[in-house]
């Protein structure tokens, strides 16, 4: 099984290695031009989230990212140290009570972008899957 892995520090400017570990991603797994922004949205949301709301910004606390590929699809997750949160309690931000409020678009934005998402550990991991 071949696997990629990343730990970032919880810290905003962390956000800026996302892109080229994707563009690893990419070249490794020959990632169609058509599915590239989409997992490169769907990491950058997953990882803002767990920085931000997971870890709560503390430096003392990382982020981690492990990319796993089996025959058709990638799967990758985003693991943050923090209490976890119920993404059943979201809010949907399309629906009108809350198209000007801030909060869930990065949870909506993962789920219509990847095939397939999952939440581990009381939502303090989330596993995206990408069909190949």
Known sequence: MNT???RLASHPNSISEVEPFVQKIA????ISQDKYPNILISLTEAVNNAISH????????FVNIDLTQTQSKI????EDEGCG???????DP??????????GRGVFLI?????D?????NGCVVEMFFKL
């Open 94 to 103: 399309t629906a009108p009570e809350n198209i000007g409020c801030c909060g």
């Open 111 to 115: 789920k219509e972008l990847s095939d």
């Open 117 to 121: 998402v999952r939440y581990e550990r």
């Open 75 to 78: 799967c990758i997750k985003v």
């Open 54 to 61: 997971g870890n709560k910004n503390d430096k003392n606390k």
């Open 85 to 91: 949160f119920n993404p059943e309690n979201v809010p």
């Open 27 to 30: 070249l490794r797994y020959s």
């Open 4 to 6: 990629l892995k990343l």
